[in-house]
């Protein structure tokens, strides 16, 4: 199969933009239709946690009625958070041809008509980049303070953790090349909820990867309600610090065994 109608050799060429779902039947069309009227070539695959509200169903007649075959479903059979949906995404793009790898959430906070700022990057070699909301230009609309001072905090303890530079590495809005996806064990990621990003982002940063941030607009949803939760929190919080520890570890590790 063709992964989107190739403009010349850049891996932008071949792009997937996988869209995790789960009761999001007000949204998914408007952010279909964004995104193929910024970039027309480029494939959507969305990933369904089988919505009661039938926001997979609506994605089918989509697909159906779309006579260049950009729009494509995964249909999952129960709710198993963002990071199983992704995986998912990643392994079926892995089976096709797709040369770089979106990451976009559904309710429009992520602006399609900004993909292409991801899409340059990558075309200009990094193997990672994350559109972020913390960088020069970067910015956020509509925010509950307290989302937004959650999130700030989220990243400054990710990266004082981790020993990481990227100030947005909570964001899920993300390119991927193929390489990085092939090169990392997808099977061996756990993460649920929104730590999946960070947990991808280290990853690939250990793995010795590039990875990249550009700025972007954070726009809150206007539909439908946020999947944040306590759980998803806690589960950032102890992982994060865990990874940390580990590395730290590893690193006084390397040192003593050098004297």
Same mark, same amino acid.
């Given at each position: 199969m063709s992964a989107?109608? $190739? &403009?010349?050799?850049?891996?932008?060429?071949?792009? +997937?933009? @996988?869209? $995790? &779902?789960?009761n999001?039947?007000?949204?998914?069309? +408007?952010? @279909?239709?964004?995104l193929h009227a910024a970039l027309p070539a480029t494939h959507v695959l969305v990933a369904d946690d089988g919505s009661p509200d039938g926001t997979g169903e609506i994605v089918d007649k989509l697909a159906a009625d779309d006579p260049d075959g950009r729009i494509h479903v995964l249909h999952r059979t129960e709710k198993n958070g963002l990071g199983a949906a992704y995986i998912a995404g990643f392994q079926w793009a892995l089976e096709r041809d797709y040369q770089v790898v979106v990451e976009?959430?559904?309710?429009?906070?992520?602006?399609?008509?900004?993909?292409h700022r991801l899409l340059d990057k990558i075309d200009a070699g990094a193997d990672v980049v994350a559109g972020s909301r913390y960088v020069p230009g970067g910015s956020v609309v509509n925010w509950p303070r307290r989302r937004e001072i959650l999130s700030r905090?989220?990243?400054i303890y990710s990266q004082l953790a981790l020993g990481v530079k990227i100030k947005d590495i909570t964001g899920g809005y993300r390119a991927y090349r193929r390489v990085v996806l092939e090169t990392l064990d997808l099977g061996a990621i756990?993460?649920?909820?929104?730590c999946f990003q960070i947990?991808?982002?280290?990853?690939?940063?250990q793995a010795g990867f590039t990875m990249v941030e550009v700025p972007i607009t954070f726009t809150e949803r206007e539909f439908g309600e946020s999947k944040m939760?306590?759980?998803?929190?806690?589960?950032?919080?102890t992982k994060v610090l865990g990874w940390g520890m580990k590395n730290r570890w590893?690193?006084?590790?390397?040192?003593v065994g050098k004297k």
């Open positions: 989107g109608t $190739p &403009t010349g050799d850049k891996p932008s060429a071949h792009t +997937l933009v @996988i869209i $995790p &779902t789960y999001e039947r007000e949204n998914i069309g +408007l952010i @279909i239709g964004r976009m959430d559904a309710d429009g906070s992520h602006a399609p008509e900004q993909l905090g989220g990243n756990e993460s649920a909820g929104y947990d991808m982002g280290w990853r690939a940063l939760s306590g759980n998803i929190i806690t589960e950032a919080f590893n690193k006084l590790r390397a040192l």
